[in-house]
């Protein structure tokens, strides 16, 4: 189970930090990814980690404003948002990949996915 936190309304340039939790013994073992999905488009990877937080991937859309990072001793992914603009705005979503030590590479890689939490950035 992976349950999402943190959106929320901000204005253009402003921040939010995004969290995951994830639930299983095996979390550490799991690359993460956060996705969105604005109105009217198809979801959209955003960033992703590895599971030892090594290697990451970023869209270029966001590479140099977010960061994804995780904790495995807490089950948690987060994605720090920064500079954030209206183009911004979608539903946020948690994802894991269908099995262990799968270095995802398409989103049909991820099995697993979070309720979403809504991000609204106003200019």
């Known amino acids: ?7 929320g309304l901000v204005q253009a340039g402003g921040s939010l930090r995004l969290s995951c939790a994830a639930s299983g013994r095996t979390f550490s073992s799991y690359a993460m990814g956060w996705f969105r999905q ?3 488009k198809e979801r959209e990877i955003v960033a992703a980690i590895s599971w030892s937080g090594g290697s990451l991937y970023y869209a270029d859309s966001v590479k140099g404003r977010f960061t994804i990072s995780r904790d495995n001793a807490k089950n948690m992914v987060y994605l720090q948002m920064n500079s954030l603009k209206p183009e911004d705005t979608a539903v946020y979503y948690c994802a894991r990949p269908i099995r262990e030590r799968l270095t995802p590479t398409s989103s049909g890689d991820f099995g697993s996915w979070g309720q979403g939490t809504q991000v609204t950035v106003s200019s």
Request: aromatic share 0%; charged share 10%; hydrophobic share 30%.
């Open 38 to 40: 604005a109105p009217g």
């Open 1 to 7: 189970q992976l349950v999402e936190s943190g959106g």
